[in-house]
């Protein structure tokens, strides 16, 4: 039994941790929305198949983690992937199973598939964190309470089985949960800037070296504040700060599926952009452009200040290196401020 308890618990965690590295993953994210689904469901209906060929023993009941999984499923997959999961393997097992204990478990397997979904909408609206997917767990646990009883014809030893399973589950669930939140926060401190929110230069560099091998048309744009250090040396670093982050503000406001925003540096932000022939780049590097001219930032002793950008835009040639293009475009910047600042340049 503590063997096959020990094999559902690393079979849940290695299937959060590979969904975790495929969520993460930008290139998925591309894949049309019901590719993503089926490739998740086809996942989670294997992992709940291995939680039922390592199912354990107690007391004469085969028990396994599918309350667990299925909960963890609707909080980080949603019901499109939960719901066909629970009657797939709900399904299968009860073509595979004994008649009358296939039957039970194809009774339990509707329940759930027609409540899910509302119990999860009324946890979600009286609990936080965790507490959605352990009244999940409890739920579909309860909902098994009876048939297991039934089964083992006998109430408080099924109370006892269930009790335990329960908290095994719960344990389970709280752990990958503290978990998640730990990995969350050390993705966003290595992938976003904490002044602007945007992405920073780390995640940059990534992206540069991973859509380098991409066929796909791209344009970059380098901006760099113009006059930045007079906000530094005249009011000092906080009303530096201010106006970075009010910058990044902007550009965030402007975010599109096919743009992505970074601050590179001091001063400095980059946007990426899919772009098949450099047209989309310059508009947008119009538009910043424009609206930063028009920006006014109220600094706290009451003085507005006002922002402008200089920006250097290259589309990149001959799909190259995407660092060639990024220098093309920093070069392109270069010149902007060496010909009077406030201005965009096109490489």
Known sequence: MFVSLLANIGIILINVYIVWKIKMNRYFFKLKSTIQTSIFIIMEVFVGFLLLDFSFVILDVHLDFRAALFALSMKYLGENVTLPVIFIVGLVRFIHSGQLHGLLNMVIVLIVLFSF???EQWANHYFKGAGPMLVLNGY?????FPFGTYLLGD????????FVLFINTSIVILLIYRVIKDLQKMTDQATYDSLTTLYNSRKFREDLDNLSYSDKEYALLVIDVDNFKYYNDTYGHFVGDQVIREIGHQLAQMSQEDYSFYRYGGE?????????????????ANDIHRLISKLRIQIENGEVLDVNVSIGVAHR?????????????????????????DQIIIH
């Open 155 to 162: 109430f408080w030893q099924s109370l006892f089985v269930y």
């Open 268 to 284: 400095e932000f980059v946007i990426l952009i899919e772009d098949d022939n450099g047209d989309k780049a310059v508009r947008l």
């Open 317 to 341: 040639i001959n799909h190259e290196p995407l660092d060639s293009t990024f220098i093309r475009a920093d070069k392109a910047l270069y010149v902007a401020k060496e010909n009077g600042k």
């Open 117 to 119: 979904s509302r119990v």
């Open 140 to 144: 579909y646990t309860l909902v098994a």
